[in-house]
């Protein structure tokens, strides 16, 4: 394809044909584009002078860019496109490049939920006999199986792996659309037919800097991806749903809300737990429902909801959709049932890394369970330690016993990240680095009626350790101690 078929125009007039996309110059080949962009850490500008020695025919970069490899531009044969947001142009040249996507993509943005409302809706499309996928943090699921490094892949992955989908034959896919993947542009090739927001809470301040600048990446996907007339399903219990409920209708968006609040076209009415699931009393439009979620945690209700709000809004039939929901299964380490003592006491995973997130799953494991619950705790290695006190302290609070334990210590000591965890959880909290020590004994501790949850790991199979990755995987050394303790699995 030559370059001017994706949407770019160099400088001298000249129009090679391209043979690939890169944004790595290590990935480039003879007759590659080589999208040079500013990064954090370094301008990808710094690295033309490979990319052309390794045989680029195109450099998209923006101005600075352009300067810092000026002497190598000039000495080559390579075409020089310098563009004001290169990022923006790299999305659409890989729209172009890759072409196919599945006709229905719908994109989810908000702090937590991303993961969760995208299987669902997947699981929901699925069980109306379509060919779906959903795209995020666990890669891609269900129809079509790809791995991917990002929540939101940069654009030229992105764009490869809904292509390929498309081509198998998949023609409905849940994306989530994470903060970073929508403040660089990596979304904006993809023909977006929904969007939705679930809430909105403290995470990611190392890159956005502030609250404001944080939401008003989030508030991209409907002032700026979504085009008039698309959907839009936003959760207006707070205020930041309100706000992005605004710009929707701004926009000329079609808006469909969902939430606990009076007015919510997609209502949660009452919920009741058990020891397996919920009943769900919502209301659509002001027609009142009843079902039963075998999901745990009042907070997938609303997920539940959001997933079917998309699924209703791009043309799935009402009472089918709800017809669906009672099937839907837990989503890999959220809120999973992991494992069962033989008196009853149940194991749960959850991937909740950080305080707010061990106080929601705490809380709501709560009305599920009769007894006591026994909480497992770490932090990871290498990241954000004011976090840690906050996560022990959220754990004393929120569960009856505490085991504090190792979570990805990376290149830290992992005795000091447990001290600083500890330091919240209390003198009451045990302290047991090896996870999986820590979990037989919680497991050994259930008694009829307990659960424990097991925190932090949700979906992942490795402990980092130092540069090593040791298989590990939370719901499997939980069924490993029920079978250890119990003689079954
Ligand atoms: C902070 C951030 O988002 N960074 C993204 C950004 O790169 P950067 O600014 O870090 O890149 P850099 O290291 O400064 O290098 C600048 C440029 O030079 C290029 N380069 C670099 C080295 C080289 O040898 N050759 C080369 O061409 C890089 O590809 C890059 O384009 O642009 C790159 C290319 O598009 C992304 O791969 C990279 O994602 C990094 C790896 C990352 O970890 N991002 C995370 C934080 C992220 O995006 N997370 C979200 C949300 C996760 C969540 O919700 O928890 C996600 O969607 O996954
Ligand atoms: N609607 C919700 N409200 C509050 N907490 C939630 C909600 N949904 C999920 N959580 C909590 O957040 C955790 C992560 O959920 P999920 O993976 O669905 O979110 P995410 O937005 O994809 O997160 P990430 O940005 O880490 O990929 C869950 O394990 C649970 O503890
Ligand atoms: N995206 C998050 C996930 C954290 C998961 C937790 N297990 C940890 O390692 O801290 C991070 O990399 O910070
Ligand atoms: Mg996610």
């Given at each position: ?11 001298d ?89 599945p ?14 409302v ?49 081509a ?27 969007g ?72 949660i ?5 058990d ?82 997130a ?12 009769m ?33 504090v ?15 600083e ?16 020590e ?12 307990d ?39």
């Amino acid at each position: 394809m030559n370059l001017s078929r994706l949407g770019l125009r160099a400088g001298d007039g000249s129009d090679p044909l391209i043979t690939g996309i890169s944004v790595d110059s290590r990935q480039v080949r003879d007759g590659h584009l080589f999208a040079a962009l500013p990064g954090s850490a370094a301008h990808g500008g710094e690295f033309i002078r490979y990319a052309l020695r390794q045989g680029a025919g195109a450099i998209l970069t923006d101005r600075q860019g352009a300067e810092i490899a000026a002497a190598e531009l000039a000495a080559s044969q390579a075409a020089l496109v310098v563009a004001e947001d290169p990022r923006a142009a790299l999305a659409g040249a890989a729209a172009l490049w890759f072409q196919a996507q599945p006709d229905t993509v719908v994109a989810v943005t908000g702090t937590s939920g991303k993961t969760s409302v995208t299987t669902f809706t997947r699981q929901i499309w699925q069980a109306l006999g379509l060919k779906a996928i959903n795209l995020g943090t666990m890669g891609v699921q269900g129809d079509f199986t790809a791995k991917l490094a990002h929540t939101t892949p940069e654009p030229v992955t992105l764009h490869r792996v809904l292509s390929e989908a498309a081509a198998s034959g998949v023609t409905h896919a849940a994306m989530e659309a994470s903060s970073h993947g929508l403040d660089q542009r990596r979304l904006d090739g993809v023909r977006v037919a929904a969007g939705a927001f679930t809430n909105f809470s403290q995470d990611h301040l190392d890159y956005h800097h502030d609250f404001d600048s944080y939401f008003a990446a989030k508030a991209l996907l409907f002032s700026h991806i979504l085009e008039p007339g698309a959907a839009a399903v936003i959760c207006t219990d707070d205020a930041r749903g309100r706000e992005a409920a605004q710009i929707a209708r701004d926009r000329g968006l079609r808006l469909m809300t969902y939430g606990r609040a009076e007015g919510c076209d997609l209502r949660i009415l009452a919920q009741r737990y058990d020891a397996t699931g919920q009943e769900l009393r919502f209301s659509l439009n002001g027609r009142t429902h009843l079902i039963r979620l075998n999901l745990i945690g009042g907070f997938q209700a609303e997920n539940v909801l959001c997933a079917a709000g998309l699924c209703i809004a791009t043309g799935s039939d009402e009472a089918r959709v709800i017809a669906a929901l009672p099937g839907l299964t837990t989503v890999r380490g959220r809120m999973e049932l992991a494992a069962q003592r033989r008196n009853g006491a149940a194991v749960f995973v959850d991937y909740a890394h950080k305080p707010g997130a061990v106080i929601a799953a705490l809380q709501s494991l709560r009305p599920h369970v009769m007894g006591r619950i026994i909480a497992i705790v770490g932090a990871g290695g290498d990241r954000d330690r004011g976090k840690r006190p906050l996560m022990g302290e959220a754990a004393r609070q929120h569960a009856d016993v505490v085991y504090v334990t190792d979570d990805n210590p990376r290149t830290e000591d992992p005795a000091a990240i447990r001290a600083e965890v500890m330091a919240g959880a209390g003198p009451d909290a045990t302290e047991v680095g090896d996870r999986a020590e820590a979990i037989l004994r919680a497991v050994d501790a259930l008694e009829p009626g307990d659960a424990a949850l097991i925190m932090g790991k949700g979906h992942e199979t490795g402990q980092i350790v130092g540069s090593d990755v040791f298989p590990f995987d939370d719901a499997e050394q939980a069924s490993v101690a029920v079978a250890a303790l119990d003689g079954t699995i």
